[in-house]
């Protein structure tokens, strides 16, 4: 599975941003899609995650804020992501569970000014 992540940019405090996550094959068939960020000098840590039949589930931090979504006939898993805080401030990685083995996108850079 091929995975192409977009959509970062830099935005002020308050702003929205919308990721975008591109995958090679039916997003249907994977088990399970997430998102993940990494912030300089930290873990990568997990976002938000949609199985395939469409549960999601959010990390406390952004719950009311971002909300993750796909389309399955464009292969294409989303991150909306609302009144974004400067602590947002990450590399953000779309990652993939299929067939017992784990696949990433290259991350896309979040900045969030204050």
Not at 14 to 43: E, N, T
Not at 82 to 100: F, H, I, M, W
């Amino acid at each position: 599975v091929q995975l192409q992540a977009s959509g970062g940019g830099l935005v002020q405090a308050g702003g929205s941003l919308r990721l975008s996550c591109a995958a090679s094959r039916s997003i249907l068939s994977i088990g399970a899609m997430a998102w993940y960020r990494q912030a300089p000098g930290k873990q990568r840590d997990l976002v938000a995650r949609m199985l395939s039949g469409g549960s999601t589930t959010y990390t406390d931090d952004v719950k009311g804020r971002f909300t993750i979504s796909r389309d399955n006939t464009k292969n294409t898993m989303y991150l909306q992501m609302n009144s974004l805080k400067p602590e947002d401030t990450a590399v953000y990685y779309c990652g993939a569970a299929y067939r017992g083995s784990n696949y990433w996108g290259q991350g896309t850079q979040v900045t969030v000014s204050s």
